[in-house]
């Protein structure tokens, strides 16, 4: 079974920075797609980030530039370092693997304020 531990959410002032991360154990075959996505108060959740095995790195457009994932494959971990936050980035953050089912995280709540 695979379990995903999230940390690094938090508040924080608008034009501040963030890290998340994200570390998958168990039985974890190889992994290829790792990323995150996001959910606001009363929205759909929305994909913000992924990267693949071979590197590859896409983000949603309104994160460009100022977020960025990056992955370590030894410690089956993914992390997400964000910047220049704005209140709209305020949501509870999952990550997610594809290995090659998907598992998801718990979740971690990022708030940023005005």
């Known amino acids: 079974q695979v379990q995903l531990a999230e940390s690094g959410g938090g508040l924080v002032q608008a034009g501040g920075s963030l890290r998340l991360s994200c570390a998958a154990s168990?039985?974890?075959?190889?992994?290829?797609?790792m990323g995150w996505y996001r959910q606001a108060p009363g929205k759909q959740r929305e994909w913000v980030a992924g990267?693949?095995?071979?590197?590859?790195?896409n983000y949603l457009d309104s994160v460009k530039g100022r977020f960025t994932i990056a992955r370590d494959n030894a410690k089956n971990s993914v992390y997400l370092q964000m910047n220049s936050l704005k209140p709209e980035d305020t949501a509870v953050y999952y990550c997610?693997?594809?290995?090659?089912?998907?598992?998801w995280g718990q979740g971690t709540q990022v708030t940023v304020s005005s």
């Open positions: 997610y693997i594809a290995a090659p089912d998907l598992h």
């Open positions: 168990g039985t974890v075959a190889t992994i290829d797609i």
């Open positions: 990267v693949t095995g071979g590197g590859y790195r």
